[in-house]
């Protein structure tokens, strides 16, 4: 046991992976009307979003977070005893949900403690440390536990909007948090990996554009619902990551599968913002 908790990635991953397997098989039994959970103040598809969100896609961000952080900083995050503790609070919150709303205040209770944990986590190295550039990644991870108590608000029936400012806010979150990993690991894993040595084209404009891009989309897609306004900036960020990938290609990536899945990965991103922006046109 004290190996699977030396380091975040291991049960957080290995975690993920066995629920993102159990949530799959839930919600195909209850498409086929196999299984019949309780849901009250939510329905079964709000359910399954809020778990591939604040399940398996928060899982996987703890791992590869308390895993990352130790690595930037020097500084220990969570391991032995204190990892468990934090990973059975995520793991209380799976088991109870997966009842459905019968057991959903201990799965609230479970799942914002966990939040408030990860948080802390990895904030304290990282302020400690004065690395100010990770406050982008930490930014992110506080507004996925706001999301997530938005969710619970919402289910409770204390917060009307919270439900669907949760699972839409939460995913594009996520999605933000992916470019913005995306950003950084792309190029310099790329440059590494590929002999002879390249350089790839970066631009600051492009950085600035994405960011600011992206905001404008979350803000008017999910709380403001200005559909069209969602739609430019979409078309726009199509163009913007489109233009990354050009800048991060070269030919070399073809013989590695590492670099190659994520330059596809990036691409398949860029392309879901288009077609994002021409559901708004054929709709």
């Known amino acids: 046991m004290n190996a699977l908790f030396n380091s975040g990635f291991r049960p957080f991953l290995t975690g993920a992976v066995l629920f993102a397997l159990l949530s799959m098989g839930?919600?195909?039994?209850i498409q086929g009307a196999w299984y019949h959970p309780e849901f009250s103040g939510i329905n079964a598809s709000q359910w399954h979003a809020h778990e591939m969100i604040y399940g398996y896609s928060l899982a996987v961000i703890a791992g590869f977070?308390?895993?990352a952080i130790r690595n930037w900083t020097g500084a220990q995050t969570l391991h032995h005893t204190p990892l468990a503790l934090a990973f059975?609070?995520?793991?209380?919150?799976?088991?109870?949900?997966?009842?459905?709303?019968?057991?959903?205040?201990?799965?609230?209770?479970?799942?914002?403690?966990?939040?408030?944990?990860?948080?802390l986590a990895c904030s304290v190295p990282v302020v400690r440390a004065r690395q100010w550039r990770q406050m982008a990644i930490l930014s992110k991870l506080v507004l996925l536990g706001t999301g997530n108590a938005l969710f619970y608000a919402g289910a409770f029936g204390a917060f009307e909007p919270g439900l669907r400012w949760s699972i839409y806010g939460g995913f594009y979150v996520v999605l933000a948090l992916i470019l913005t990993m995306m950003r950084r690991m792309i190029p310099g894993f790329t440059e590494n990996a590929i002999q002879p040595r390249v350089k790839l084209r970066n631009a600051l404009w492009l950085d600035m554009s994405s960011l600011v891009l992206l905001l404008v989309f979350w803000m008017t897609e999910v709380f403001l619902r200005w559909h069209a306004v969602a739609a430019i900036a979409s078309a726009l960020m199509f163009l913007i990551n489109a233009t990354r990938a050009v800048f991060w290609h070269t030919p070399g990536i073809w013989s590695r599968p590492l670099l190659w899945s994520m330059h596809v990965s990036f691409g398949l991103i860029a392309l879901g913002f288009l077609l994002h922006a021409l559901s708004a046109i054929t709709s």
């Open 65 to 67: 977070l308390l895993t």
């Open 88 to 119: 059975a609070l995520w793991a209380i919150a799976r088991l109870a949900l997966t009842a459905g709303t019968r057991f959903i205040a201990v799965a609230a209770v479970a799942d914002l403690l966990f939040a408030l944990v990860l948080i």
């Open 26 to 29: 839930l919600w195909t039994a």
